[in-house]
């Protein structure tokens, strides 16, 4: 449907996904770099750091925009992040 | 297809024309002397037999003509009478009957294009008359027997578009007994109509009366349903259509249950289209509650998953049923039918484009569809209209008229038909909810056109609605309230109102689909100003495009309400049906005709075919028609420099007959001119019908469209001593051949330039557009014509004879 549209969802509000909170454990990092690649909201970047592996661990560019997919903890090798929900008063 | 004309030995055969004068009462013998005309028709070559009678279409006089073509072995037979376009079909079947070829028949229109245009000068009339028969037995000397051709008609058809329109010509042709594919676009088919809460004049609820139809045409054994598909390409002509259509992958199967558990675990969130981004919908979803099919669909564009690797499997979890398939690919189908019909409906009009307005920037400016949302019982606001800015429900609500309809200023200067009534519906659904909600209408006119609309009107008005006449100028905000200001010119009172409400609905109108263009292209249609599709006839053929086996239903032809649309629908449905229930179609015998030793394989007709019926078979060096496809426009005749091809019925031959019939005595006082069957011969014809009286000069020849009209014919007209020649059809774009007109101008701008280098004055050759409405137009430019034809000196004359001179030697 074409139109353009103009004005706010009138229920945004109730759809708003959780706020995540994304843990890294940098030292366990080996660098690989999967999670920056295959984050579909591309949360994560390479950091300048160097841990104690040696090698640049992963830094958080936008929390907010994590949705939790959970797929960055799924496929590192290293078990080094992993993704919770955001407490309530966190939030605010 | 492609005939030759080798194939068919020329039968060596005595011509032997009859000639007959009709009276047509007084209509023709009042100011024409028909016993002189048939006298006169009696001496001209190979006329055996001429006569004059009172009433020749009357049944005593078709006999007669049957008596005769048996008695005097007559097989030419011409009527001077009235317009063909009357009674061509009479005197046809009448040759029929008596064993002759139809197409060996021919007719003088002594009538509508003399007695009725020349009432007071008898002898002129006689005159003129006596050349327009010469002309015709000239042509019916050189007529040639014709078979038409018989196309085969597959019982198929393909729908366009699945909103009501599309769903009620699918449903009447699938209950018919026919096999229907419906392509939709969008995800369910509904269309528009899904979309608004009410129908106006009944208040019925929209798509309570249309989700049982959506249900129907989902579940019908005839009917295949093809949803987030598109039409990609279509080959072929009347009754062998072939057809591309792409499949755009759901990412869910048949097996979807619709429970929407999917729905609650996807993490993608975005303005629903369907409610005009008034609600969200998420990355997996299903448009609207009743949506055929149910089967829910993945935005691919957003889904996380979009590359090819499965990120996010939330919704795959939540299926219980695993209806969810990553894996599936668009599918192209091919379809054979037979027919096809166009009911892409509409787009509304963005009035984004009107800042005075400030829709988009001033929170409580809503369109009317914004407000079908809103007061939509399963709509985002659950049937509360709220304004935006504070979603409170207003207390006072204005509707702003003709938004995008009867406005230059737009670019949409049509009237969008439906938004008057949409809008008084509205504010007494208003009224329904919220009796002491204050109503103001600004409107240009209403038109309360239909049955049962005045009634409504008038409901409207009883319940307290206000209608002021005099669209706002502008629509201001106050920032503190976020109320709006509309300001404007009461033209009824004569003075300027400053009316302050909660909020403003902007009526938008309808305007032709964005992508109008693509089905145009596919299916070689024509469009009109406006941009809506345009049919073969606007009285008479509303429903047929102008491509054979080819119907328009909804508002893709004009913007239009949904009872109209399902009327056109049906008609639509059953204008298809008549092909189909046939199973085949006569093409009639004015197509080309190719002389396969003469074709150098230029590709010159190739490229001005408006019907894409001619190809070029590089292998054979010569072209192929494919007779079905042609609509019989003759271009491809004019446009051949080597005689290779030339048009059935209407031969270079036949019509040189006739320009030299005209040209044979005093040339010097005549205007030759050539007329369009659809247009300009029928503007001539209704400058007769009108009696508008116009000088004697003229003598018309018919061709089908102007685009028939060759260089070389001009040229010989004015080699012969023609004073003055005309060239007259459609107007440009509204061409009865799709654009075949566009090749006219060409041509005569190339003859002006000829014209001009040869030191000729160009204003002897006149172009004229005129529509079968434009009577007075054909009229004037006839006595224009006279006042050249007395100017033209006869230095000038000779000049024209000597610099065309080529032209007689060619032949």
Redesign the interface.
Known sequence: ????????????E????AKMEIHLIKDECKGCGYCIE?C??KVLEQSDEINARGVHPPRIVDESQC???S?CSIICPDFAIFVTEKKNKEEK | MTESKESKPKQEEQVRIGVYVCHCGLNIAGSVDCAEVAKYAGTLPNVVLAQDNRYTCSDQGQAGIKNDIKEHKLNRVVVASCSPRLHEPTFRKTCEDAGLNKYLFEMANIREHCSWVHLYDKEAGTEKAKDLVKMAVAKAALLEPAVEAEVPITRRALVIGGGVAGIQASLDLADTGYKVYLVEKEPSIGGMMARIDKTFPTMDCSICILAPKMSDAGHHPNIELFTNSEVSEVKGYIGNFHVKVLRKPRYVTKDCSACGECVKVCPIAVPNEFDVGLAVRHGIYTPFAQAVPSTYIIDMNLCLNKDGVIVCDKCIKACDRQAISFETKPVTEELEVGTIIVATGADVFDPTVLPNYGYGKIPNVITSLEFERLINAGGPSGGHLIRPSDRQIPKRVAFVQCVGSRSEKSGKPYCSNVCCMNTIKDSLLIKEHWPDTEIYVFYVDIRAYGKGFEDLYKRARNAGVVFIRGLPAQIVEDKKTHNVWLIGENTLRKEVYRINTDMAILSIGLEARKDSETIQRLLTLSRNQDGFFLEAHPKLRPVDAATGGVFFAGCAESPKDIKDSVTQASAAAARAGILMAKGHVTVEAITPITFPEKCKACGLCVKVCPYNAISLNKDLKRVEIVEAACGGCGSCAAECNFGALTQKHFTDEQIIAQIDAITENEPEKKIVAFCCNWCSYAGADFAGVSRMQYPPNARIIRTMCSGRVSQKFVERAFARGAATVLVSGCHLGDCHYINANYQTQKRMERLWKKMEQNGLDKQRLQLLWASAAEGEKFASKMREMKIMVDNVKPEEIEKGKKVFAKVLEAD
Do not use: G, Q, T, W
């Open positions: 449907m074409p139109e353009r549209i103009r004005h706010a969802p009138l229920d945004l109730k759809v708003k996904p295959y579909p909201k949705i939790n997919c797929f």
